[in-house]
């Protein structure tokens, strides 16, 4: 395979004071109200032009929300996350909001009914959350059933962006795991940027653009829909979500700091690509990648589907065409 040399330069570091420790209300909060609306979130289908580390989440049971309906369980909110269960039974439509310190839109996300945990990320680092569970009545209409504030101080700024949760979804034993392990090796580097050349080259050049998933999308056929990242590595096709996703779970199995980021493109494409964490330049708020002549912005997506012709590359050059909304 052909290599590609890839490193990259500082565009913002996160600065953020760390301590270890979590505080949170044992209470539920008050807050709750008794009626409201949410909507769906959009899925990011971009794409179209105009055995590693696995730090496997834990719900310790030691700092909790409940009642007879769900669990919020922020026991490692200094790891970065929080889990969430329905124990109310039956198959009703839930959805979980996380409201950060910093992002003044809330995270809403579905949450599943068969009684196991999803998990959460705290994306917005150090400060208070509200989390809240919510039970779909009819239509967009919710009814609040727990929330629960949550005082994080992370171990360090990493803790959201090198875990699993319900985005970035890989364990111990997931094939993309073994799959990046065994590139990884193959390779034989060390380095984050070198990692995140040899997966970043192996997605471009494998996977294609999902035009039928992608369409299924626009008719609303996919609602909630959460990548599968071992399917989409094996069918080598996949949405920008879906790359993004399997780029983030390789990576951070590997030890590699990730940022899942969703946003908009200049041409009004809700889009997924990723952002970096390297030694030599901290946090590359737009991935780039260094072509042996000059500097390019890394969108897995685009420069597959467009399979890195010269206006493609033009786009994706562009920093100022991507606005982040979302961290995962």
Same mark, same amino acid.
């Given at each position: 395979?052909?290599?590609?040399?890839?490193?990259?330069?500082?565009?913002?570091?996160?600065?953020?004071?760390?301590?270890?420790?979590?505080?949170?209300? /044992?209470?539920? *909060?008050?807050?709750?109200?008794?009626?409201?609306?949410?909507?769906? @979130?959009?899925? /990011?289908?971009?794409?179209?032009?105009?055995? !590693?580390?696995?730090?496997? /989440?834990?719900?310790?049971? $030691?700092?909790?929300?409940?009642?007879?309906?769900?669990?919020? *369980?922020?026991?490692?909110?200094?790891?970065?996350?929080?889990?969430?269960?329905?124990?109310?039974?039956?198959?009703?439509?839930?959805?979980? #909001?996380?409201?950060?310190?910093?992002?003044?839109? &809330?995270?809403?996300?579905?949450?599943? $009914?068969?009684?196991?945990?999803?998990?959460?990320?705290?994306?917005?680092?150090?400060?208070?959350?509200?989390?809240?569970?919510?039970?779909?009545?009819?239509?967009?209409?919710?009814?609040?059933?727990?929330?629960? &504030?949550?005082?994080?101080?992370?171990?360090?700024?990493?803790?959201?962006?090198?875990?699993?949760? #319900?985005?970035?979804? +890989?364990?111990?034993?997931?094939?993309?795991?073994?799959?990046?392990?065994?590139?990884?090796?193959?390779?034989?580097?060390?380095?984050?940027?070198?990692?995140?050349?040899?997966?970043?080259?192996?997605?471009?050049?494998?996977?294609?653009?999902?035009?039928?998933?992608?369409?299924?999308?626009?008719? !609303? @056929?996919?609602?909630?829909?959460?990548? *599968? %990242?071992?399917?989409?590595?094996?069918?080598? &096709?996949?949405?920008?979500?879906? +790359?993004?996703?399997?780029?983030?779970?390789?990576?951070?199995?590997? =030890?590699?700091?990730?940022?899942? %980021?969703?946003?908009?493109?200049? $041409?009004?494409?809700?889009?997924?690509?990723?952002?970096?964490?390297?030694?030599?330049?901290?946090?590359?708020?737009?991935?780039?990648?260094?072509?042996?002549?000059?500097?390019?912005?890394?969108?897995?997506?685009?420069?597959?589907?467009?399979?890195?012709?010269?206006?493609?590359? *033009?786009?994706?050059? $562009?920093? =100022?065409?991507?606005?982040?909304?979302?961290? +995962?």
């Amino acid at each position: 395979m052909k290599k590609r040399w890839f490193s990259a330069f500082l565009a913002l570091v996160l600065l953020l004071g760390m301590a270890c420790g979590c505080a949170a209300a /044992p209470e539920e *909060d008050a807050e709750l109200a008794t009626l409201g609306e949410i909507t769906d @979130e959009s899925i /990011p289908l971009g794409g179209m032009p105009p055995i !590693g580390i696995v730090l496997n /989440p834990m719900a310790s049971g $030691t700092a909790t929300a409940k009642n007879d309906s769900a669990v919020i *369980d922020y026991s490692n909110a200094a790891d970065g996350y929080v889990m969430v269960k329905w124990t109310g039974g039956g198959n009703p439509k839930i959805k979980v #909001q996380i409201k950060g310190p910093n992002c003044p839109d &809330k995270y809403k996300y579905n949450l599943r $009914t068969d009684g196991e945990y999803d998990v959460f990320p705290l994306s917005d680092g150090n400060g208070t959350y509200r989390i809240s569970v919510h039970k779909n009545m009819y239509d967009d209409q919710y009814s609040d059933v727990l929330a629960a &504030k949550v005082d994080a101080k992370l171990t360090d700024e990493f803790a959201p962006f090198i875990r699993p949760n #319900q985005y970035v979804n +890989y364990s111990d034993d997931s094939e993309a795991v073994a799959m990046a392990a065994q590139l990884i090796a193959d390779e034989g580097v060390e380095d984050n940027l070198s990692k995140v050349g040899v997966i970043y080259e192996w997605v471009v050049t494998n996977l294609k653009y999902d035009t039928a998933k992608a369409n299924q999308v626009k008719k !609303g @056929e996919l609602t909630g829909y959460l990548p *599968d %990242v071992d399917s989409v590595m094996n069918e080598k &096709k996949g949405i920008c979500f879906d +790359y993004a996703a399997l780029m983030s779970a390789m990576l951070r199995s590997q =030890g590699v700091p990730i940022k899942l %980021v969703v946003g908009y493109t200049s $041409t009004g494409v809700y889009h997924a690509w990723i952002n970096v964490w390297s030694e030599e330049g901290g946090w590359v708020e737009s991935m780039i990648y260094f072509d042996g002549k000059i500097w390019n912005l890394m969108d897995p997506t685009f420069a597959s589907s467009g399979k890195q012709s010269k206006g493609i590359m *033009d786009f994706i050059n $562009t920093p =100022g065409n991507y606005k982040e909304k979302y961290l +995962y």
